[in-house]
């Protein structure tokens, strides 16, 4: 079992849509990070959050801590944001591999105009 | 100030060949990633540093691969004597610390290995 698991792993919605990706993930974090990978392009990070929520523009992120859960959503999806979605986790300090991020294997979201 | 600079973006190489490549953080940080993009496949870490310190090298292949980030200077990934296997994407990352610290992506060297 992955340690990071996301869901689905592919979403066709149309434009306008609400859109909610899921990560699960199994071992202690210090920080859970959203990034964006558009085909052949290079990874943008949305988001980087340790609890709470965050709201930038009509993404919003959720974390969960005690469930180890956290969503992405998308308001009033466009077809620009069709890529793919990465949930990627920093795990606690366990000597040296406290600096790198363990990720998930993406949501590929297209959205039809 | 201008992001994570990688390049070439694209690389070709024969096999046997050595792949040199290339990672300029962003202006202040002194932290560095590099994770690799299998095709089909999602991204893992291979290495950590610091300047002039390799932190952890956990995710990097015990042969071929080795990696450095000197005093002055781009941070730099080497693979030796290049095999198919070895095409992906390898992005690099940069972060001002560790923890609380965001991580920003360079946009990958694509690797392939002919």
């Known amino acids: 079992k992955n340690e990071v698991e996301q869901s689905p792993q592919n979403l066709t919605a149309q434009e306008g849509e609400f859109i909610t990706i899921n990560c699960s993930y199994s071992?202690?974090?210090?920080?859970l990070h959203w990034l964006q990978q558009h085909p052949g392009g290079g990874i943008v990070s949305l988001f980087m959050?340790?609890?709470g929520k965050k709201k930038h523009g009509r993404l919003i992120a959720t974390i969960n801590i005690q469930e180890k859960h956290s969503s992405l959503h998308i308001t009033a999806s466009h077809p620009r944001e069709s890529a793919v979605y990465i949930c990627?986790?920093?795990?606690?300090?366990?000597?040296?591999?406290?600096?790198?991020?363990?990720f998930g294997k993406g949501t590929k979201l297209s959205v039809k105009p | 100030n201008a992001g994570v600079m990688q390049n070439p973006r694209h690389l070709v190489r024969r096999r046997g060949q050595e792949a040199r490549l290339r990672c300029s953080p962003m202006k202040g940080h002194s932290h560095v990633y590099w994770y690799r993009q299998l095709p089909e496949e999602g991204l893992k870490f291979m290495v950590y540093?610091?300047?002039?310190?390799?932190?952890?090298e956990s995710g990097m292949p015990k042969e071929r691969f080795s990696a450095e980030f000197p005093k002055e200077g781009p941070s730099i990934l080497r693979i030796q004597q290049v095999v198919r296997g070895d095409s992906a994407a390898y992005f690099c990352?940069?972060?001002?610390?560790?923890?609380?610290?965001?991580?920003?992506f360079g946009p990958g060297t694509r690797l392939t290995v002919t």
């Open positions: 990352a940069s972060s001002q610390g560790l923890a609380g610290y965001e991580q920003y």
């Open positions: 990627a986790v920093r795990s606690d300090w366990q000597g040296g591999s406290q600096g790198n991020l363990i």
């Open positions: 540093l610091q300047k002039e310190n390799i932190i952890d």
């Open positions: 959050l340790s609890s």
């Open positions: 071992v202690g974090i210090s920080a």
